[in-house]
């Protein structure tokens, strides 16, 4: 996706939250909202990567919430990856909705979420993926505690960051409940 893609996609988020019935946020959220926080789009965090598919089997993994209740996914695969000179490896996940990524960087807790951010990863031909990390974006409880969301497991928690994507919620809007 082309940096102006990425910066109108960024607006029409913007516009949902703040006007949109749907939006995660409560009335008084929508009335302050000033617009998310995203890194600049970074496109060397635009990656096509090659998956290594996990054996059939044992492959379930059970994912508390945010809430405490909790929510099966499959393993699919792991892919490898290189930021900052610092080889990586994450886990992609299915659901019967399709593909899910959560993780943890290093910002978390900072300037990301602390819980983590998602990404839909869109599969290609022959165990490939595309995952754009500009496209991260934070689940819905980083705005509401009414939302339950999958708690990112230990084996996608990064000890870098990963400066793409949404960053933590800030302003008067986000200390609204």
Partial sequence: M??????ALRREKDQFFKASPQS????DQ???????????PNPALDLTVAVERLPAGNNEI???TTTGDT?????YGRFQFTIDGQAQELTIYEAPHGYFLPFVDANAGEETYS???YL???PLEEDRFHVDFNLAYNPYCAYSSGWSCPITPAEN???VAIRAGEKNPAGEWAAHE
């Fill in 62 to 64: 059970v994912i508390e």
């Fill in 24 to 27: 995660p946020l409560s009335d």
């Fill in 2 to 7: 082309s940096p102006d893609e990425l910066i």
């Fill in 30 to 40: 929508q009335d302050a909202f000033s617009g998310l926080r995203y890194y600049e």
């Fill in 71 to 75: 929510r099966r996914y499959r393993r």
């Fill in 120 to 122: 839909e990863p869109e």
């Fill in 157 to 159: 928690r990064l000890k």
């Fill in 115 to 117: 819980a983590g951010r």
